[in-house]
């Protein structure tokens, strides 16, 4: 690969683990303040994730296996069967924290699994499979994003790229899915401007993508939410790239709210829309997107913005993500290659594939 990460960002690695803590940059401050956070326990990990300190889908698990890492290195259990107890309650605390990103669930089962194949072994050699496989989780994800970026960079026009929430560095372990896209198409003098929706009601555009592009010196215009469809009628957008917390069997997809809303506009103005996600986001286990749990939050973060009300108490929908069906979707881009229609028979043949 032509680029590494440090070619590509100023930022550092978003979720990282070391001497029995679990580091993350709380993304709950941004744009007002940079801080890393340490946290000591599972408990720690779980809200962390709840109140999205930490967020986005491949960010959420590897956060999630560090969790486990920590209650493996931590806990003074004195018996096999002890421990266990222990794993299998820190793995439900967390596996219950958020529902539609599959990357969470994927990543809790991985350790999981290792950890049953290795029932017999002793304690602290379970500890060590614990820690060693969490780190693996982590370093693969900048792996996968790193070559998403190269294969991304490649395929997407020169020109003026649209995106929505985060799918940036902040949102992965380093780089981003679609942060690495935009990485390397900037470092190559392909990306002329990248338009950043706001992303109501938690703003993750506006706070976090604006802020990390901003950052890596990207040039970039902020706009809300409901100015995009203007903008792609102006022909001010040459493709779309969003990120996607679970892709499903026939290639629906779930990914932050507004996400359909764009695709449907793509459609019409015949623009290319692109997700770009890791093969941990694709759950092949279920067969269409109306399968997908959808999280709803607090009436808070729509009755209130920045900390401010800005309406009366009325009733309130706030569903997290949206489903945005294959037939919008002009490819899916992985580390392994871009996947284009027909989903169902593409993205089998894609798991069939060797590494
Ligand atoms: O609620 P969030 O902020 O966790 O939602 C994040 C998204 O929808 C991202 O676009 C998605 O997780 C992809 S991150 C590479």
Redo the contacts with the bound molecule.
Sequence with gaps: MKYRPEDLTRLPRSVEYREQRVYLIDQRLIPREFKIIGLKTVEEVARAIKT?QV????AIGAAAAFGLALYAETSGAGSREEFLDGFYRAYEILKNTRPT?VNLFWALSRIKRLVEENLESPIDEIRKLIVAEAQKIADEDVEANLRMGHIGAEILPEGNILTH???GSL??VHL??VGAVLRVMHREGKLRLLWVDETRP?L?GARLSAWEYHYDGIPLKLIADNMAGFVMQQGKVDAII????RIVANGDFA??IGTYTLAVLAKEHGIPFFTVAPLSTIDMSLKSGKEIPIEERSEEEVLTCGGCRIAPEVDVYNP??DVTPHKYLTGIITERGVVYPPFERNLKRLFREEP
């Design positions: 999205m967020r986005g889908a491949p990103a929430c985060n799918a949102a992965t981003g899915t938690v993750q969003v990120g996607a917390d990914n932050k997290a993500f």
